[in-house]
Each structure stands twice: as C-alpha cells, then as structure tokens.
T-cell receptor, first 116, second 112 residues
Framework: GAVVSQHPSWVICKSGTSVKIECRSLDFQATTMFWYRQFPKQSLMLMATSNEGSKATYEQGVEKDKFLINHASLTLSTLTVTSAHPEDSSFYIC????????????FGPGTRLTVT | RKEVEQDPGPFNVPEGATVAFNCTYSNSASQSFFWYRQDCRKEPKLLMSVYSSGNEDGRFTAQLNRASQYISLLIRDSKLSDSATYLC?????????????FGSGTQLTVLP
C-alpha cells in the first residue's frame, strides 16, 4: 500500500517553455501532498504544500507564480514550472501523506527536469 | 543551530561491519522521527520510524536520546546493498500541514 506515482520520470525542455508534472496517490486518498526539489548532492528542500480543494502553501523563496500547483482531487496534484530556465533544472519529487499516519510521507519516484 | 544536522560522511565500510550515524535536531518538542534511505537518482524510502526511545528492525536499530536531542541509526552486518544516503527526518511544527524537515544526508558505501 501507500504507492505514489509521478509522471513524467524525466523531461527535457527548452528555456521559456512550461512543464507539468503529475503526482498521484494510487491506493489511498491524500488531502495533503508535498512538492520538493533536490539539487545534486543536496537534500530535499520543501517547495510547497498542496492541499486538496484549496490554494497551495509555498515556502519562503519559492515563487508561486512560477511554480503553479493544483490539487483538484484527492489523488492528484500537479506542479507546473512556467517559463522554465536552466537554473530550474533539478530533481522534483512529490510526496503524499497517508492520513492515518500523521507524519509519514510516501514519495513518488521523482521527475528529473533538464532545461536547455 | 540547524533544524536537523547530520554528518555528511562519506562512510566507507567493509561488508559485515557495523556502522552508526548520528543526527541532532533543534526542536525539543519533536515527538516522532524517521530515517529514510535514498539511492542515487531515486526517491527517498522510509526505513524506520521512531516514536519512543528506539526501534529495531532486523539489522537496523534506531535510538532516540531526547535529553541530548539526537537520533542514531545503527546498521549491523553491513551488506553491499546498504550503500545509499541515509536521511534523518524530523517533523516541523509550523502550521497544521505536519511537514518534514530533512537532514542533508549521510552517505554510506559498503565495500566488498
């Protein structure tokens, strides 16, 4: 149980384009999902908390107009990187909290974004 | 003081060795703790949860010292497959989202 999928697993895009990443909880309903970014040899940094049916909460320093988050259902959250630039190249990972387990999060396999 | 601090390593140990990692945290109110394992270019996977003084699962033992605010992870009889980065994770208490704060990770390489 507690499986989270992410799509695509990798994407290469040109500077200035937008990229959408999907995160799905496959066997449970997740009212809360989290989006992280991880640069090489660094740990995961929380970008935003995605709440079903309401606006996402962004961490300090993360531009909400650049990283658009939509959590339209209990099993799907999307992150859109708008007007991507090479410095946005990173490993983006989502996670979902299984409600009975207050703090445990289950991670998607990640999306490796390369902006050329 | 950082919220979660880990020795980055790397730890290079021979197969069969016992290795221990420490992690310190700053929020004395934290009640639960986690160790995640992350392989290169993969997502983190939950290894152990620690809700009381410690937890043991096979070759892995996690211990919690609340007075000193540190958590340790002990791996006995290391296997080649244990090579990975081990992340110490502590819940944040901001807001109601119950977020997690990740340490920078400790890299382990088990050598044949």
């Amino acid at each position: 149980g507690a499986v989270v999928s992410q799509h695509p697993s990798w994407v290469i895009c040109k500077s200035g384009t937008s990229v959408k990443i999907e995160c799905r909880s496959l066997d449970f309903q997740a009212t809360t999902m989290f989006w992280y970014r991880q640069f090489p040899k660094q740990s995961l940094m929380l970008m935003a908390t995605s709440n079903e049916g309401s606006k996402a909460t962004y961490e300090q320093g993360v531009e909400k107009d650049k990283f658009l988050i939509n959590h339209a259902s209990l099993t799907l959250s999307t992150l859109t990187v708008t007007s991507a630039h090479p410095e946005d190249s990173s490993f983006y990972i989502c996670s979902a909290r299984d409600p009975p387990r207050v703090y445990e999060q289950y991670f998607g396999p990640g999306t490796r974004l390369t902006v050329t | 003081r950082k919220e979660v601090e880990q020795d980055p390593g790397p730890f290079n140990v021979p197969e069969g060795a016992t290795v221990a990692f420490n992690c310190t945290y700053s929020n004395s109110a934290s009640q639960s703790f986690f160790w995640y394992r992350q392989d290169c270019r993969k997502e983190p996977k939950l290894l152990m949860s620690v809700y009381s003084s410690g937890n043991e699962d096979g070759r892995f033992t996690a211990q919690l010292n609340r007075a000193s605010q540190y958590i340790s992870l002990l791996i006995r009889d290391s296997k080649l497959s244990d090579s990975a980065t081990y992340l110490c994770v502590v819940p944040s208490h901001s807001g109601s989202a119950r977020q997690l704060t990740f340490g920078s990770g400790t890299q382990l390489t088990v050598l044949p």
